[in-house]
């Protein structure tokens, strides 16, 4: 038998945008479905630091489980060997995860509108508040958020994982892309940490080839 197996998505791409569960996500088409949409939690007031008349989280995630042991490969990121690029040339192995987010660290990220980009962590705990919805009517912030300047990130991107590129050429996870800074000329993400603690089910869930 093969383990239960997992993805991450942004919430904000999910049907509910936190508190809900069972959206379809399909690769590369809607249509195309490769998982479900299995926790997505609730944002919330009673959170540690949230802003007065504000409801909040740590990550905008949702976590998806495959519907088939067959789709995806676990524990691997699609790598484009060119900067500016989405020519994947090889998959790179993720071996180890990043202990804090820390200022200076230069970060990666694999996204869908502007390929594999570089920059430098720049803030490592921001609280911000989503723009993605014109109208906000719950009032959404995001507690503890990384900037990364320079990591050209657009719409589409959202999603992307960011990672710190090893002298062996491994890769040392650091979070998902939500959102971007001077008009995409940097990213915001949530750091995995956060993220994984947020969206557990109650498991526990390793970073490995194996068991994603």
Same mark, same amino acid.
């Given at each position: 038998?093969?383990?239960?197996? !997992?993805?991450?998505?942004?919430?904000?791409?999910?049907?509910? !945008?936190?508190?809900?569960?069972?959206?379809?996500?399909?690769?590369? /088409?809607?249509?195309?479905?490769?998982?479900?949409?299995?926790?997505?939690?609730?944002?919330?007031? /009673?959170?540690?630091?949230?802003?007065?008349?504000?409801?909040?989280? !740590? /990550?905008?995630?949702?976590?998806?489980?495959?519907?088939?042991?067959?789709?995806?490969?676990?524990? !691997?990121?699609?790598?484009?060997?060119?900067?500016?690029?989405?020519?994947?040339?090889?998959?790179?192995?993720?071996?180890?995860?990043?202990?804090?987010?820390?200022?200076?660290?230069?970060?990666?990220?694999?996204?869908?509108?502007?390929?594999?980009?570089?920059?430098?962590?720049?803030?490592?705990?921001?609280?911000?508040?989503?723009?993605?919805?014109?109208?906000?009517?719950?009032?959404?912030?995001?507690?503890?958020?990384?900037?990364?300047?320079?990591?050209?990130?657009?719409?589409?991107?959202?999603?992307?994982?960011?990672?710190?590129?090893?002298?062996?050429?491994?890769?040392?996870?650091?979070?998902?892309?939500?959102?971007?800074?001077?008009?995409?000329?940097?990213?915001?993400?949530?750091?995995?940490?956060?993220?994984?603690?947020?969206?557990?089910?109650?498991?526990?869930?390793?970073?490995?080839?194996?068991?994603?």
């Amino acid at each position: 038998m093969h383990p239960d197996r !997992y993805f991450l998505v942004s919430s904000h791409c999910t049907n509910a !945008y936190g508190g809900g569960s069972g959206t379809m996500i399909g690769q590369s /088409s809607a249509a195309e479905t490769v998982g479900t949409e299995i926790e997505d939690p609730a944002f919330s007031a /009673s959170l540690p630091g949230c802003p007065p008349g504000r409801v909040c989280r !740590y /990550s905008d995630a949702a976590l998806v489980e495959f519907l088939d042991s067959a789709h995806g490969l676990p524990g !691997y990121v699609a790598y484009p060997s060119l900067l500016g690029t989405k020519v994947v040339n090889s998959p790179r192995l993720v071996e180890a995860v990043a202990l804090l987010p820390l200022v200076g660290t230069p970060v990666e990220k694999v996204g869908q509108t502007t390929g594999r980009t570089a920059g430098t962590i720049s803030h490592s705990c921001l609280a911000l508040n989503p723009t993605e919805i014109p109208f906000d009517p719950i009032g959404r912030t995001f507690l503890c958020q990384v900037a990364a300047d320079d990591l050209e990130t657009l719409d589409g991107d959202s999603g992307a994982p960011v990672f710190q590129v090893a002298a062996d050429g491994s890769l040392i996870a650091q979070g998902m892309i939500w959102g971007n800074i001077g008009g995409g000329q940097g990213g915001i993400l949530s750091d995995i940490h956060r993220t994984l603690d947020e969206v557990s089910i109650g498991g526990t869930y390793e970073l490995d080839p194996t068991v994603p």
